[in-house]
C-alpha cells in the first residue's frame, strides 16, 4: 500500500539501511524550472520535476497567468512562456515556502493584482523578509499583520533595481528579489551576511538572464529571458536521509544517484565527514556513496546553517548516536519554517531517549545515545517525520508512533515505501497491525 495519504504511521526498527536509489527532483530546482520557464519566451520542457504536492501547487499557479503546460505522460512537461496577464485567481502555494516567496518575485514585476496564499503551515511563515524588499523596489504588497503574513495581496509593475542586504540568509528572499529584477529599471543587487544557495542564479543564466556572481554580492539585470530544456537532478536533501540511515546501523551501505551538485546543495555530506563518516560525493556524476560508521560530534555554527537548514533534523539524529556533545548555533532561522524546527526538533530527538537542551538559536545533543522507540509528533513538517522514521529504523526493538506523516506527500512522495526496501522496516497505518 501506499502511505502517503495516511496521517500517522507505526515503523518498526529493522536491520541496516542497504541497497541503491534514485530520490524525487529537487525541490528547488523543480520550482525553479517553472517559474522560469513560465517567463521566459518561447517552449521550454521540464523533466525529472519532483513529484511533491509542492511543486504541483507551483505548476497550478502558473496556470493562471495564462500559460499553457502540455504534459506527455512520461515525465515531461512543455511549458509555453511567456506569462500572458495577471493571474485570474488566488494563487495557492500549499505548504511551499519556496513556491510562495519566489511567486511573490514574479507578481511584483507583472502589471497587476495576484492574491498569494497557502494552507494553515504556510499562513504562519514569515513574509515580511520578501515584502519590505518588494516595496522598495516599488510593488505595493499587503498582508496580514501589515504584510508579515499571507494571504498577500501583490499590485506589480514599475519596478526599480535596488541594492539589498537581507537581514536572513536566505536563498529564498535572495531570489525573490532577482526574479523581481527581471522586470526592474536599472540593476538589482543583493547583499549576503553567508553565501548561500545558487540555484536561481545558475538557472537564470540557462535561460539567457544576465547575472553576475562576487563573492557574497549577485547583481541581476533586466530583460527578457528565452526558452531551455531542464532536466531537474535528484533533491540532495532527500538524499541526506538515506545517508543517516546508512551510518547508524552496522552493515549500512547506500548509493543514491543522479543528484544535484549546485553549489551549497551538498554542504551535509561535509557535515558527516567532520563527523567521522565515510561518505563520498562524486560532483561529476552526482552519485552519493555512504557506509556504516562510528561518528564523533561536531559543532555547527551561522556560517554552516544555510547550507544546511533543511538537513538539520536529520543530522540531529546522526549527532544523538555520535560520540559526544554536538552544539548547534545560529539557527534562529530553523523556528521559521515548515515548523518550530527547533522546539520540534528537540521534542523528537527526546521521544527516542536522547539527552538535548533547547537554546534560544540551536541546541546541544548528547551524543551515544541508544535509540529507543517513541511517539512522535511531526507537527505537519516533512522533514521532521522523515527524520523521525530514519530513526524509528535505527531505534531498538519496539515500534515507533509518527504523527502528521501525510505531511511528506510534500516533498517525497514513495518515502515510507523506499525506507521499507532498504531497511526492511515493519510499516502500518496507525491502528493497522505492523
Known sequence: MSFDAVEAVRVTGAGPAVGALCVPGDKSVSHRSLLLAALAHGTSTVTGLSRGQDVTHTRRAIERFGVVIEDDGHGRLRVEGPLRHEPDDVLDAGNAGTGIRLMAGVCAGVDGVSVLTG????RRRPMSRIADPLREMGAHVDGREHGQFAPLLIRGGNLHGITYAPRVASAQVKSAIMLAGLSAEGSTTVVEAHPTRRHTEEMLLGFGGRVRVEETRVT???????????????????????????????GGSVVVEDLYTGFGRSDFVGVLRRMGAAIEFDEVTG????RSSRLRAVELTAADIPGIVDEVPVLTIAAAAAEGTTVISGAGELRAKESDRIAHTCGMLRAFGVTVTETEDGMVIEGGAKLRPGTVNSHGDHRLAMAAAVAAACATAG???ITGWDSVATSYPGFMED?????GVGVAAAGDEV
Do not use: C, I, K, N
Open 119 to 122: 494552507d494553515q503551515f504556510l
Open 399 to 401: 515500534e515507533t508512533l
Open 287 to 290: 552519485t552519493l556513496t555512504v
Open 419 to 423: 525506507l521499507v526496501r532498504l531497511t
Open 220 to 250: 541581476v539585470e533586466p530583460g527578457p529571458l528565452t526558452s531551455a530544456d531542464v532536466a531537474v537532478p535528484g533533491d540532495p536533501s532527500q538524499a541526506a536521509f538515506w545517508a543517516v540511515a546508512a551510518l547508524l546501523a552496522e
